[in-house]
């Protein structure tokens, strides 16, 4: 298998357009829509509005009211209501506004969405995606702000998704839309339109699962998802100046990961710095750190290192200060390569 | 004419056996037999699952003895197979009415490998896809948001199918139920709610549930119908919920019906002796005394078509031999293995789950128990 064949994400294009992460997740929507009429999108504001960040906007035109609606103010509903969709036949797409409001309704991700399949024997399923824009940067205060991926990383039955570019952002709704299991897929808002990139004019899907080699380096690992990539980017530029060669490497997918290219690299460079803004205890992380220690211990020379968000909620005066940014990875990456 | 939100509950039959209004026609003698059955079925069917589970064969029972008006009413209500279920978990009466197998339910009660859920619930939490009767979860009220969506993607789909969702009177504190009630009242979808109200939730009564005086009023909140019914009377839950079912099917919304029942037994085995604890015998018999049960077969002595102890004796006789007979189909199954702890978690096995079912492989064949 050639490198480009294994890694799709960096296959040169030969006609695509440049557009930002949220212009990919609309795309991506009406894309499915278009394909599938049994895709159906709601959510609090998607309809006329178009969600508060625009991420469905224009769709209620184009697809009609039954098909693109506004709900109730309510998680619980929302998420609910997917399930009941999703037995019953159709593809849904939730919208909750902000992953921190998913409180409401973690009882039907948890109770409901990820368990129906199992407990009933596979007699009823529930192939459904709930989006949700996540983490920080936005200045939103701990309520528009958190990074709850590690809640349903944590609850088998659920895959869990974070893309942090445009053909990822694309490529993963689609899978998750076409595949038959309930996918959270958590969308990074401060990427929303700071990260730009080519899709291709074709369909294309991006497999869950499978992590991608953002840049290949010998001397360390850097491995992150979602709204920290563009740290992992700049702190790999930075050691690259001081002739330190980072491979960066975007998870993508959570639930499931990509254990062997992680393992794969680490056995390469021999170190390893996990980057999340989530809070470090029981950081999804946590379960990285534990199989390359698990899997690759002989080839490390050094301790894996970790940049997290600190264990308290998320302040809003400290927005920057809390975000592991670039000079906090950095001092990770030095760490390792002097131990 | 069947009318919303009555002050009292509505019925036909009186707790002595006398109508209190005009029987419909469509209640013959032979009609009002077959319900009879059903419902001492469903009695006796309770009766032999407290044995299993005295003799240690099953873990865990949550008896509907006494609220089998309601269950049988509103599965004979309903276009069985077709229109969709999303009940709760004391709901095998409504199960057994609707066609699910016997042996079925006791399968998956005994969590042997002819159970269709696969042992992987506790027992009496079982689903039927035939029947489109969705899987039950313990998680109360939980169900009645999914039911919402069921029912809006009916309607999206344009089919003349209902959902019927089905919870007891301790859900509607839940906010999943608020959540799910004002979703289906919100987008006008095709959903029929029914409380069985049984008084009780474990071990706190309604009264301590909520300051409502009943349940059907919280529909006015929803933007929908709130029917009251005796919910011991079988006639009378049989016309509410077919009532209300056409509504819902033509078109006009959602519906709440609340049948005003009783747990005769207690909650569970785990709360065997009720009457100890939290409710006086006084109480219990004062509901007995209004057994649906006892109410038909009062009717029909009224009626000039008793049934004889001859017939009841026998009717007991074959359920107790069809549920025996069932038990030992069930069991002679065995147990399903460790492997269908993996399958089912996800449309397709992910390597993680592969390599932690190679794990225990490894170890079963090894013969190490993880427990040892």
Known sequence: MTATQDRPEMTPMTSGRTINLIQAVTEAIAEEMERDSRVVLFGEDVGARGGVFMATAGLQERFG??????TPLSEASIVGAAVGMAVRGLRPIAEIQFADYMGPGFDQIISQAAKIRYRSGGQFTAPMVIRTPSGGGVKGGHHHSQSPESYYTHTPGLKVVMPSTPYDAKGLLKAALRGEDPVIYFEPKRLYRAAKGQVPDHDYTVKLGEAAIRREGSDLSLIGY?????????????????????????LRSLVPWDRDRVLTSVQKTGRAVLVSEAPRISNFMGEVAYVIQEQA?????????????????YPYVQDKVYLPGANRIVAACVQALNY | ?????????????????????????????????????????????????ITLLRQGRTTFYAQSSGMEATQVGLARSIRVGHDWVWPYYRDHTLGLAMGVPMDELISQCLGTNSDTCRGRQMPHHFAARRQNFVSISSSIASQVPPAAGNAMAQKYLGVDEITVCTFGDGATSEGDWHAGMNMAGAAQAPALFVCENNQWAISTSIREQTASETIHIKARAYGMPGYYVDGNDIIAVMEVCAHAAGQVRAGHGPALVECLTYRVGSHSNADADAEKHYRTREEVDAWLARDPITRLEKLLEHLGHPVSAEERAALIARTHREVDEQVLRAEATGQPDWRIMFEDVYADLPDHLRQQEAFLRAEQSAGQGGRA
Do not use: C, W, Y
């Open chain 1, 65 to 70: 009211k039954h098909r693109v609606f506004d």
């Open chain 1, 226 to 250: 979602g709204g920290v990539m563009p740290d992992l980017e700049k702190a790999a530029d930075a050691l690259g100046a001081e002739g330190v060669s980072v491979e960066v490497i975007d």
């Open chain 1, 297 to 313: 211990f002989d080839f490390l020379t050094a301790p894996v290192g970790q940049v997290a968000g600190f264990d308290t909620p």
């Open chain 2, 1 to 49: 004419m069947i009318q919303p939100f009555t002050p009292e509950p509505i019925r036909f039959v009186a707790e002595d056996g006398t109508p209190v209004q005009p029987l419909p026609e469509r209640f013959t003698p032979d009609v009002l037999r077959e319900l009879h059955g059903l419902m001492l079925q469903a009695r006796e069917f309770d009766r032999k699952l």
